[in-house]
Nanobody
Framework: QVQLVESGGGLVQAGGSQRLSCAAS????????MGWYRQAPGKQRELVAV???????NYADSVKGRFIITNDSAKNTVYLQMNSLKPEDTAVYYC???????????WGQGTQVTVSS
C-alpha cells in the first residue's frame, strides 16, 4: 500500500514563502507522475505542479515563476517551494502520485495553506 505523507503548510503573510514536503513509502521513480494539487473552498481540485517519469515538470499558469517543484530521490520525497504567495493561493494542498499502467491514483491527506493579505 503506497502512502504519501505531507508536511509543511500553515499560515503565511502575502508575499511570503513556504515549503511543502511529500514523503512516499516507496521509490518516487515507481510513479508515472508525482506532484501537487490544491483545492480551495468551493472550487475544484486543480493541478499545481508535477514531475513526469521523463523528468519534465508541469506547472499551473497561476504559479509559474513563483512555485518550484523539486525532489530528493534518496528520501523518496517531493517538495513544493512556494514563493511570493498570494491570498488566492489559499487552499488545501494534496500530494498525488499516479501509476498509469495500473490505473492507480494515490493521494496524501492534504495540508492547509492559508495566505493572509
Amino acid at each position: 500500500q503506497v502512502q504519501l505523507v505531507e508536511s509543511g503548510g500553515g499560515l503565511v503573510q502575502a508575499g511570503g514563502s513556504q515549503r511543502l514536503s511529500c514523503a512516499a513509502s516507496t521509490s518516487i521513480y515507481s510513479f508515472n507522475t508525482m506532484g501537487w494539487y490544491r483545492q480551495a473552498p468551493g472550487k475544484q481540485r486543480e493541478l499545481v505542479a508535477v514531475f513526469t517519469s521523463g523528468g519534465s515538470t508541469n506547472y499551473a499558469d497561476s504559479v509559474k515563476g513563483r512555485f518550484i517543484i523539486t525532489n530528493d530521490s534518496a528520501k523518496n520525497t517531493v517538495y513544493l517551494q512556494m514563493n511570493s504567495l498570494k491570498p488566492e493561493d489559499t487552499a488545501v494542498y494534496y500530494c498525488n502520485a499516479k501509476r498509469t499502467s495500473l490505473q492507480r491514483d494515490y493521494w496524501g491527506q492534504g495540508t492547509q495553506v492559508t495566505v493572509s493579505s
